[in-house]
């Protein structure tokens, strides 16, 4: 299986911070690779999908790069709503495999 | 715009068969390319993809729970299903069923989950 590694593992941010998270599979997965936010007591929303491009409704200060092993996820301004927990997806090859997650909270 | 629903029992005992059943309105399981799925969290955990069903029935399961697990869907009754045998504590979860993009392979509809827990 592919591994994701997500780092770091919490983070903690003030409202209007610009804040980076990254992901590395453990071999190349091309752009296949997808972010998703989910919320206490709550499914995953999918944020970004092959990498860079934003789901539908989801608010532009979410941002995604990368490509082969290295990927990014930029939320350019904290919003109060933005806290959460944050996960990487490879989609590359099955069995799909998560990043173990990000917490974003508040400073 | 399509939803999904999970349902099934919350409780199943050790040794025993889960089950589960994902429910599919505003779209057809059996229109397009897409996959339809199961993802699994623990409590307090990460997520973990069970395994994913094409309409046409071709299948993809996580070899982790392969001999464990049978996905299988119902286009007459536009759902989907899961049954997990031979269940212990570690099967204890949320339990989220998902509709997988052909293309991207990113999961764009999720159900709001159902809480699983295995004991006696």
């Known amino acids: 299986d592919i591994q994701m590694t997500q780092s770091p593992s919490s983070l903690s941010a003030s409202v209007g911070d610009r804040v980076t998270i990254t992901c590395r599979a453990s071999?190349?997965?091309?752009?296949?690779l997808n972010w998703y936010q989910q919320k206490p007591g709550k499914a995953p929303k999918l944020l970004i999908y092959?990498?860079?491009t934003l789901q539908s409704g989801v608010p532009s200060r979410f941002s995604g790069s990368g490509s082969g092993t290295d990927f990014t996820l930029t939320i350019s301004s904290l919003q109060p709503e933005d806290f959460a927990t944050y996960y990487c997806?490879?989609?590359?090859?099955?069995?799909?495999?998560f990043g173990q997650g990000t917490k974003l909270e508040i400073k | 715009q399509v939803q999904l629903q999970e349902s099934g029992p919350g409780l199943v005992k050790p040794s025993e068969t889960l089950s589960l059943t994902c429910s599919v309105s505003?779209?057809?399981?059996?229109?397009?390319?897409?996959?339809w799925g199961w993802i699994r969290q623990p409590p307090g955990k990460g997520l973990e993809w069970i395994g994913i069903?094409?309409?046409?029935?071709?299948?993809y399961y996580n070899p982790s729970l392969k001999s464990r697990i049978t996905i299988f869907a119902d286009t007459s009754k536009n759902q989907f299903s899961l049954k997990l045998s031979s269940v212990t504590a570690a099967d204890t979860a949320v339990y989220y069923c998902?509709?997988?993009?052909?293309?991207?392979?990113?999961?764009?509809?999720w159900g709001k989950g159902t809480t699983v827990t295995v004991s006696s």
């Open positions: 069903i094409h309409y046409s029935g071709t299948t």
């Open positions: 071999q190349s997965i091309s752009t296949y």
């Open positions: 092959t990498a860079s």
């Open positions: 998902v509709r997988r993009s052909p293309s991207g392979g990113n999961m764009d509809v």
């Open positions: 505003g779209g057809s399981i059996s229109s397009g390319s897409y996959y």
């Open positions: 997806q490879q989609s590359s090859i099955t069995p799909d495999t």
